[in-house]
């Protein structure tokens, strides 16, 4: 099995990629996958889509065609949103424009978004709302949101609020062992061919 975490922040040495790095150390010693790909929306890596995708591009393909497989080939995920002005950032709700061929079709994504402070519920609600209908991802009911994130989760224990960090712990790893039985199950589902995109390709 293998998980791919997806760091939703623009910004370089951002609280999301230090979440998305610890998801992903979990996921390894807690063997909760085979596999484990971390993919960072850093330096905007993803110019805005445009139609030429559609037409076969060479560039958009050479961009793209790493991407793709690396998530092809996961059969779950777990998408860090940091909370910008209420809303997910541009670029990740870009990235999700992407994947019409199938790459996240029926396999199951854990939200964990991120605050600074008491906030983290918007990005939850747009993830939600309004980024999974053509790609066909499928979010599970968990969720995670770190609040307060500078205090939790960092290597240094001195600089952790232990209260607070001990439950987050717990937490994420709570919720990663629920996306792996999602995982597991949902591989059921592509599996039988009900779920074929080849009928009705986008979502209503």
Known sequence: MKISVISGSHR?????????????????EKQLCDESWLFSLKDNPLPLWDESIWE??????????PISTQLASS???????????????SGLKNFFLMWGKGELAHKPALIVT???ADG???PVAELRMSSYKNN???YIPEQVIVRNVESVLNDDASQNNPEADGYF???IAYALGV????????????ASGAASLDTFKNGM
Do not use: M
């Open 56 to 65: 076969g591009n060479p560039e958009w393909q050479e961009r793209l065609s």
């Open 12 to 28: 370089n040495h951002s609280q999301s990629e230090k979440v998305a790095r610890f998801i992903e150390r979990t996921l390894q």
């Open 136 to 138: 066909r991802l499928c």
């Open 179 to 190: 996306l792996k039985e999602y995982a597991l199950a949902l591989g059921a589902v592509r």
């Open 169 to 171: 712990r717990e937490r």
């Open 114 to 116: 991120v605050s600074s």
């Open 75 to 89: 059969d779950g995920f777990v998408v860090v949103s940091p909370e910008w002005h209420g809303q997910v950032p």
């Open 120 to 122: 983290g519920a918007y």
